[in-house]
């Protein structure tokens, strides 16, 4: 069984950072395209990051030039460096997998290597507070 864990999230002032972890358990993907999600309070879930099995890596517009995203093979896991933290950025952060990877059109310039519903694995989430 797949089991995905996030850890990191806290609460921390505007203009500050944090890092995200996903641990990923229960199967190596040697295809697969990872992604980070985040929901705030009213508003539905919405992709933010993508990272495929090519080390490719796509982001949204809102968070494009702060968030980094990555996987460590070794260790299974993937991250999200989070810089320059803004209010808007209060969420429910969430990791998820889906053991394949293409090129999909998720924004301006955000080209996601799935579509939300074709990720199979999903993390309990991670809450992010940015406030000061």
């Known amino acids: 069984e797949v089991q995905m864990m996030e850890s990191g999230g806290g609460s921390v002032q505007p203009g500050g950072s944090l890092r995200l972890s996903c641990s990923v358990s229960?199967?190596?993907?040697?295809?697969?395209?990872m992604a980070w999600f985040r929901q705030a309070p009213g508003k539905e879930r919405e992709g933010i990051a993508t990272?495929?099995?090519?080390?490719?890596?796509s982001y949204r517009a809102s968070v494009r030039g702060r968030f980094t995203i990555s996987h460590d093979n070794a260790k299974n896991t993937l991250y999200l460096e989070m810089n320059n933290l803004k209010i808007e950025d209060t969420a429910t952060y969430y990791c998820?997998?889906?053991?394949?990877?293409?090129?999909?059109?998720?924004?301006?310039?955000?080209?996601?290597?799935?579509?939300?519903?074709?990720?199979?694995?999903w993390g309990q989430g991670t809450q992010v507070t940015v406030s000061s």
């Open positions: 229960g199967y190596t993907f040697s295809r697969f395209c």
């Open positions: 990272i495929n099995s090519d080390r490719s890596a």
């Open positions: 998820a997998a889906h053991p394949e990877t293409g090129v999909f059109y998720g924004g301006p310039s955000y080209y996601p290597c799935a579509r939300s519903f074709d990720f199979d694995y």
